[in-house]
């Protein structure tokens, strides 16, 4: 019986292998062992089987590779099916994500609306400012008499119409500008000391402002010179505000000469 020639069963590129192999045949503890295998009546009949089943086999080793790889694989697998419960409870809020994304549009019109909204706001609050500023002045207005006690001896609220009505002539014979005029009007209380036989000694013009700053005093101190000019009588100025100022405050109106007055009222709405 002929032996296989060994070449036969490597492939012609593998020459390392086919090396190794003729090396390992050479030990004296194989060679004789394998001889016998291969001078064995199955050998030929091994052989053949390798040879018809070729194809097999390498699709046998292929998936012996893949199956290698799937194992080297085995902790990423491991790692991922951990994370199925997050996986399992962000599917859950899907819905509630895609509801979400619905109300987008609803949004980002909401948002193009906020300017208009912000114009709102400010035109309101500038409202309730002057509605509050309002009440504060008639409320002082009323009690003007408690306001100016310790300030002015028996006072009480001038005659407008008469006030106003001397503005006009002054307007008219040139004595003060349009302006003038305006800003007489605009007084926000004119009050009057009496003497017996209700003579009027002294005027006060008085600024009523929840807050104030010093244009409110210049405005007070302008104010009380104009009446006291086209009236003929001395003028005293005030600012009548609710809320305590600060020290710089006070010397503005030393500079101005105008009497500042804490008289807070609770009852008008401004705490």
């Known amino acids: 019986m002929s032996t296989p020639d060994i070449t036969d069963l490597i492939p012609q590129e593998a ?42 086999i390498k699709l046998i080793l292929e998936r012996l590779g893949v199956v290698e790889e799937a194992v080297q694989r085995i902790p990423a697998i491991e790692e991922a099916v951990q994370r199925i419960p997050a996986i399992e409870e962000a599917v859950q809020r899907i819905p509630a994500i895609e509801k979400a994304i619905e109300r987008i549009p609803a949004i980002e019109k909401a948002i193009e609306c906020i300017p208009a909204l912000e114009r709102s706001v400010r035109v309101l609050q500038g409202h309730v400012g002057r509605l509050l500023g309002n009440s504060y002045e008639d409320q002082c207005a009323r009690q003007i008499v408690a306001i100016l006690d310790g300030f002015m001896d028996r006072a009480v609220l001038a005659d407008r119409e008469r006030i106003n009505a001397l503005l006009v002539e002054a307007r008219h014979a040139g004595q003060i500008s349009r302006a003038e005029l305006i800003d007489g009007y605009n007084c926000d209380i004119i009050a009057r000391g009496r003497e017996d036989g209700d003579e009027t000694v002294t005027l006060a013009v008085a600024e009523a402002s929840i807050t104030f700053n010093r244009q409110d005093l210049e405005t007070a101190a302008r104010r009380a010179e104009l009446i006291g000019r086209i009236a003929g009588v001395a003028t005293d100025a005030y600012l009548v505000t609710h809320h305590e100022w600060p020290e710089a405050m006070d010397v503005a109106a030393r500079e101005l000469n105008v009497t500042i007055i804490s008289y807070p009222i609770s009852d008008y709405g401004v705490e």
């Open 15 to 56: 020459a390392l292998v086919r090396q190794m192999v003729l090396e390992i045949v050479q030990h004296p503890r194989i060679r004789e062992p394998l001889m016998r295998f291969l001078l064995a009546d199955d050998f030929p009949n091994l052989v053949a089987m390798v040879r018809e089943n070729s194809d097999n």
